[in-house]
């Protein structure tokens, strides 16, 4: 893991404990302590070499456009693990900005005491999952308001008025806005059917309700055109692959030009059943041991997506996902079961010895044009798979050796 400055925080207090820790955070001495560390954390921390997944907006364990629940933060975390394991090397994450947590800060004491809380949780079980490594968590990236539209046609995007217009049409359509009161005062609360979380804030004076609907909607698009804007620049710059978790039920569409897939984001559409109830740390911590063999195993399955990707006209990576899991790994997997009365059993009964393409994400690709992917909110389509089946029939074996580590990680994790 990067030095995050929240562990490093928990570090120097001596806080190894969630119950020490709770304590701490609710002393003014604590929270001043923590912006403290937050202001001394203003180094931008380099990307690690190997190839790297950038968890983008929804999935960035930052909260932003997410449930902020702990349950969900810790549901992310393992999700993230399990979805890229078998392919990338860490992923990055942002966690709790320190600009953030001092802007929160300034604002509400008592809001920023809750968000370092749930950051320092969240931090919490990742150390004790013992995926420490894994993670990668990097400062957000600063981008400047007055020139984000730059900031989005230098990533790839399509410019920001079109993108703000695009989701500001949805939300008006689909969006529900509820003025409440409360202790505090007034406050709305925004709900989408595409979004994962409830938007609330203070309600301006003297602002009708039409005008407040029309400054809140505009305020949700802007902001989550920005946030996606800071992902896709970061996977760039990092030459990662970028990745959102988003709801398959999603009927906004917007066809990309010239997407060009990548052999991450197909990877990440490959997901084995057999893994998915196993505990994170494993997973890593068997990887770690079987290095080489991962190495091999990840060598062939690389080689596998580009064969396909060079005999596509019109790539899509779940589509990709599908072929390589039917063409390549159900075959040999089916091969290996006969070979292996072990791995039979092991594969068996929780498999029925074949693997499944992953639904829980949608990756965008990095090279070219990047659709807007945002979290439950798909505004890409992909583009039909030319028809190659000809190609396919020969291209069905596999060196069975080359997959020894997915026989190896059942057997060592399964039992």
């Keep these: 893991m990067s030095d995050y400055w929240v562990a490093e925080w928990l570090r120097e207090r001596g806080l190894t404990s969630w119950e020490a820790a709770r304590i701490r955070i ?24 190997g190839k790297n997944f950038v968890a983008g907006t ?20 393992d999700k993230l693990v399990r979805q890229t394991w078998l392919f990338f090397d860490h992923v990055i994450v942002v966690g709790l900005d320190p600009q953030d947590f001092l802007l929160s800060a300034s604002q509400d004491r008592e809001d920023a005491r809750e968000k370092l809380a749930t950051a320092v949780e969240v931090y919490l079980y990742i150390r004790d999952a013992d995926v420490t490594e894994f993670f990668h968590f990097r400062r957000d ?42 202790s505090s005062g007034r406050k709305w609360v925004f709900r989408h059917p595409a979004l994962s979380t409830v938007s609330i804030g203070k309600v301006p004076p ?34 990662a692959t970028l990745g959102q978790f988003a709801l398959e039920t999603s009927k906004v569409k917007l066809a990309s030009a010239a997407n060009r897939v990548e052999v991450g984001e197909v990877a990440l559409n490959v997901a084995v059943p057999l893994f998915h ?23 062939a399955l690389s080689k596998a997506i580009k064969e396909r990707l060079a ?6 990576a779940v589509g990709l996902a599908k072929e390589i899991v039917e063409d390549v790994l159900n075959p040999a997997i089916a091969s290996l079961t006969l070979r292996s009365q072990k791995s039979a059993r092991i594969l068996g009964a929780r498999s029925a010895g074949s693997l499944a393409v992953g ?19 798909v505004l890409a389509t992909g583009a039909a798979v030319a028809n190659y089946a000809e190609y396919l029939k020969d291209r069905r074996e596999v060196d069975l050796n080359e997959l ?12």
């Design 359 to 377: 639904g829980l994400m949608t990756t965008v690709g990095l090279m070219q044009f990047t659709p807007l992917i945002l979290p439950g909110l």
């Design 311 to 316: 005999n596509v006209e019109e790539p899509d």
């Design 277 to 299: 109830d196993a505990p994170i740390g494993q997973l890593l911590s068997f990887r770690a041991a079987e290095r080489e063999e991962f190495e091999i195993f990840r060598s």
């Design 26 to 49: 609710a002393t003014d001495d604590g929270l001043d302590s923590a912006l403290a560390a937050a202001e001394d954390a203003q180094a931008l921390p380099d990307v690690p070499a």
């Design 206 to 239: 003297e602002l009708s309700t039409a005008k407040l609907k029309n400054r809140v909607i505009e305020r949700q698009a802007r902001g989550l055109v920005a946030s996606y804007t800071r992902s896709v620049s970061l996977a760039r710059r990092s030459r």
């Design 58 to 77: 929804g999935s960035d364990l930052t909260t932003r456009f997410a449930c902020n629940d702990i349950k969900c933060l810790k549901a992310t975390v």
């Design 141 to 182: 990236m600063r981008l400047c308001t007055e020139h984000l539209n730059q900031h989005a046609l230098e990533a790839g995007l399509s410019p920001v008025d079109e993108m703000v217009k695009l989701l500001r049409r949805e939300f008006k359509n689909g969006g529900k806005l509820k003025v409440i009161d409360t």
């Design 404 to 415: 020894h580590f997915l026989w190896r990680a059942g057997s060592t994790i399964h039992g």
